[in-house]
């Protein structure tokens, strides 16, 4: 067969792209925005509606950012956040929705009009979000519900649980660039108070071999998306997977079957967090 018979033949191949929801504490950090903007167009980036919400009353919390915080257990995890950071980020938000070069970013909304969906989602998981955040917002303590930034949580949750091969990527500790360390049982923020709420967190170690394996096509991610230099300055990125056994394969498996009658388990009940650090000094501390 001659070579000109092979002229017209072209092949392409194409690698799904990581799917991810980003963390309120994350966007709102000094370089979260930044590392957003640099990532957006290598990956599938969503926001929870909760932190929509945020942006849209932007004004109120960059001249009040306490508010954000509200009684949400911060101190002893991530206790360094500053309020002129969350101005900061606030700001650079705002310059970024009003940017159409940013990126493509995508959110559920109350409904089909309001969110913005991926070519391969379909409408059908805005029900399953609905459905699975109103069950984390029955976890959240009382005293927890009018901040803002703990009301988020459940929605960002709730969107990666909602999401098929989602990921939910946050931070460790928001100012290790600043020279502060965490130490080395910490928790990240959300899943310190994710485990509050009755969501036990699991910390991954090294030694795992599927996070030696997720890691490395994460780190190869973040260089062909130019940003290595986010984890090379220290910035404490963490991945986070759920495991919600009542909610697979798109559906509630919260009613008891045929026979026995038996207890019905509510939709996050026996669910969990494992999480990972992308930074190279935590792989290298850990064991």
């Given at each position: ?36 903007r640099r990532l957006a ?63 493509q970013l995508y959110w559920a909304g109350d ?177």
């Open positions: 067969m001659s070579r000109e018979a092979w002229q017209d033949l072209s092949v392409q191949i194409s690698r799904r792209r990581l799917r991810c929801v980003l963390d309120p504490l994350l966007c709102l950090s000094r370089r979260g925005v930044a590392l957003i167009p290598c990956a599938e980036l969503w926001l929870a509606p909760a932190f929509l919400g945020i942006l849209d009353s932007w004004d109120l919390y960059y001249d009040e950012p306490e508010l954000l915080i509200g009684s949400l257990s911060m101190q002893e995890h991530g206790g360094a956040y500053r309020e002129d950071e969350f101005r900061e980020a606030l700001g650079a938000w705002i310059k970024l929705r009003d940017d159409p070069g940013h990126g409904n089909l009009h309001e969110s913005s969906l991926a070519p391969d989602v379909e409408a059908t998981m805005l029900q399953h979000f609905e459905h699975l955040a109103q069950g984390l917002e029955h976890l959240l303590p009382k005293d927890l519900r009018g901040a803002p930034l703990a009301a988020a949580f459940p929605d960002t949750v709730a969107l990666v649980a909602a999401l098929d091969h989602a990921v939910l990527l946050t931070l460790r500790e928001p100012h290790a660039h600043s020279g502060l360390r965490a130490p080395p049982g910490l928790d990240p923020t959300i899943c310190h108070n994710l485990g509050r709420w009755g969501l036990p967190c699991k910390r991954l170690g090294l030694g795992d071999d599927f996070v030696q394996y997720e890691r490395a096509l994460l780190v190869r991610l973040f260089v062909e998306a130019g940003i290595s230099s986010f984890l090379w300055s220290g910035l404490p990125l963490v991945v986070a997977h759920l495991f919600v056994p009542g909610f697979v394969g798109g559906v509630a498996s919260e009613f008891p079957g045929e026979g026995e009658p038996r207890p019905v388990k509510g939709i996050w009940e026996d669910a969990g967090v494992f999480w990972y650090s992308l930074s190279a000094e935590d792989h290298h501390g850990a064991a």
